[in-house]
């Protein structure tokens, strides 16, 4: 006991500041095994490693054997869970806000390495209690698994929904994604549900199921912009200015900079304007930044058309009479 507690002092307190300074798991594990090492745990091994050497009828024997293998099954146990509780601290810190992805899928992991450890934990403690068959237990614990299962079937999808997100990454914390009409920045992906903040400021929860079966638009890994928008003119605009309208369009959009010009047509004639299509690309997913530079290419445009005396179309509706038609009618 003493032993131990010297360990433990000189783990704790001289390699610990050794730890924290130092990207080596090893040395944050060691300190983790050391601070989880329980003194009652060890109280009662040191006994029970003394109560071999004492004469004792074979039942207290196999009692004694199966107390001491529990305990240190319990140690293990508790050192296991500490090893995974560093393990992700160790991981999360290390990559930080560069792989929310990864910090997502290793927290997952660790929910399943923690099931799986005290499953194992708790099924190797029943069967080192004396009398009890561990067997007939797992045969029932099969056979009751189906029935849980089929009860939460709605849970378990979201379960493995959650494991899938969290493998195949669709999205991570901090994209900005949509969701038939719902939109929002991806907030928390849990096990059973994902949160995502609105623009208008509430909360959007998705289970995690109905979310794989959805589609899902991600426009924080857009490279770059594909931007459409119409400009409208008279019908009685010069057909020269007309020919000369796809040259300024061009020019309005090159003049910007982080854009690429794709085309501009006289793409149809409308019911009150003839219209022409423009088609560029920002080359950058901000939001903010296309909007400042489409600004900036309407003013553009509106100086040029005011300089050349092209006129925007709104819509208006001409109505053409037959005069002799209309004063027949009105004479009879």
């Given at each position: 006991m003493i032993v131990v507690s010297l360990w433990r002092w000189v783990i704790t307190h001289?390699?610990?500041?050794?730890?924290?300074?130092?990207?080596?798991?090893?040395?944050?594990?060691?300190?983790?095994?050391?601070k989880q090492t329980k003194g009652w745990i060890v109280l009662l091994l040191a006994l029970y490693a003394g109560s071999l050497w004492i004469e004792m009828s074979p039942n207290l024997r196999i009692w004694t054997r199966s107390f001491g293998t529990i305990l240190m099954l319990i140690q293990l146990g508790i050192w296991g869970n500490a090893l995974i509780a560093?393990?992700?601290?160790?991981?999360?810190?290390?990559?930080?806000?560069?792989?929310?992805?990864?910090?997502?899928?290793?927290?997952?992991?660790?929910?399943?390495g923690r099931l799986v450890l005290y499953s194992v934990v708790t099924l190797l403690i029943l069967d080192n209690v004396p009398g009890v068959q561990i067997t007939p237990l797992l045969a029932s614990l099969g056979?009751?698994?189906?029935?849980?299962?089929?009860?939460?079937?709605?849970?378990?999808?979201?379960?493995?929904?959650?494991?899938?997100?969290?493998l195949d990454k669709p999205f991570i914390i901090g994209d900005f994604i949509i969701v038939g009409s719902e939109m929002g920045t991806v907030e928390q992906i849990g096990l059973k549900?994902?949160?995502?903040?609105?623009l208008s400021g509430e909360q959007l929860i998705f289970s995690n199921n109905d979310l794989l079966n959805s589609r899902i638009r991600n426009f924080?890994?857009?490279?770059?912009?594909?931007?459409?928008?119409?400009?409208?003119?008279?019908?009685?605009?010069?057909?020269?200015?007309?020919?000369?309208?796809?040259?300024?369009l061009r020019e309005a959009v090159e003049a910007q900079e982080q854009t690429r010009f794709d085309r501009a047509h006289?793409?149809?004639?409308?019911?009150?304007?003839?219209?022409?299509?423009?088609?560029?690309?920002?080359?950058?997913?901000?939001?903010?930044?296309?909007?400042?530079?489409?600004q900036a290419i309407n003013f553009v445009i509106v100086d040029r058309f005011r300089a050349e005396g092209i006129v925007f179309a709104y819509p208006t509706q001409q109505i053409y009479l037959n005069g002799s038609l209309a004063l027949e009618r009105h004479s009879r």
């Open positions: 001289r390699l610990r500041p050794v730890a924290l300074n130092s990207n080596i798991f090893a040395s944050h594990a060691i300190v983790a095994i050391a560093n393990w992700i601290e160790h991981y999360s810190s290390q990559a930080g806000d560069t792989n929310a992805a990864g910090v997502g899928t290793a927290r997952l992991l660790t929910f399943i056979v009751g698994g189906i029935a849980v299962a089929l009860a939460v079937q709605n849970i378990l999808a979201d379960l493995f929904a959650s494991l899938s997100i969290a549900t994902t949160r995502l903040r609105s924080k890994r857009m490279h770059e912009r594909r931007i459409v928008f119409d400009v409208g003119v008279l019908y009685e605009t010069d057909a020269e200015l007309l020919r000369a309208i796809p040259g300024i006289l793409a149809r004639f409308d019911s009150s304007a003839i219209s022409f299509e423009v088609v560029y690309f920002v080359l950058s997913p901000d939001f903010n930044l296309y909007m400042d530079i489409q």
